[in-house]
């Protein structure tokens, strides 16, 4: 909730929290954002690149299939083009840059922007600013995780190696 503050804090005219007990698995947060998007008809959906919690990026790349909106992940630049957008991702090759037209979804890099902080002024009018909470159960979320954790157990401990004196006897050893 602090962070839907900071947020309306800093620019945004409104906001919307989603309250859930327990895990929530990306698939189910996709389909809550989903029934958000609905909802609100935005043309654009920003989201963050990875979660938090497991390190996964996965929900914007699943809200994207279930509107069956193009999606850019990893967004380091973005250009507003006539009804599209130019997107400047980060690839392990470097970077790449694709066109993707509007409705979409954009996943977010840290290099997209430089953050502005709230000054003092801001932080007070934000209490102003409406925030609609809601229950994931208000947009009939199913939050029950999908996956059971059974159990963690350490891998059976390795066999101690032997040295070889030559390539000859480590080929020997390898054979037979």
């Known amino acids: 909730q602090e962070t839907v503050r900071k947020a309306l804090a800093v620019g945004a005219d409104r906001g919307i929290l989603v309250k859930a007990d327990g895990i929530i698995e990306p698939l189910a947060v996709a389909k809550i954002l989903q029934k958000i998007v609905d909802k609100e008809k935005p043309d654009l959906v920003f989201m963050g690149k990875q979660a938090i919690d497991d390190d996964c990026n996965q929900t ?3 809200l994207s299939a279930l ?3 193009p999606q850019a992940t990893f967004a380091s ?3 507003i ?3 599209s957008l130019e997107v400047t991702r980060e690839v392990d090759e470097g970077l790449e840059t694709i066109q993707v037209n509007i409705p979409a979804i954009v996943t977010c890099d840290l290099r997209l922007n430089e953050p502005r902080y709230a ?3 801001n932080i007070k009018k934000k209490k102003k600013k409406p ?3 809601l229950s994931a159960s208000d947009l009939n979320g199913e939050t029950t995780p999908r996956v059971q954790l059974i159990k ?7 066999k101690a190696g032997i040295k070889v004196a030559s390539v ?3 080929v020997n050893k390898l054979k037979n």
Do not use: C, N, T, Y
């Open 131 to 133: 925030l609609e909470v």
């Open 81 to 83: 083009k006539d009804k």
């Open 119 to 121: 000054s003092l002024p």
């Open 60 to 62: 914007g790349q699943m």
């Open 67 to 69: 509107l069956k909106w």
């Open 152 to 158: 963690v157990e350490e891998p059976p401990k390795r």
């Open 168 to 170: 000859a006897e480590l």
């Open 77 to 79: 630049k973005i250009e």
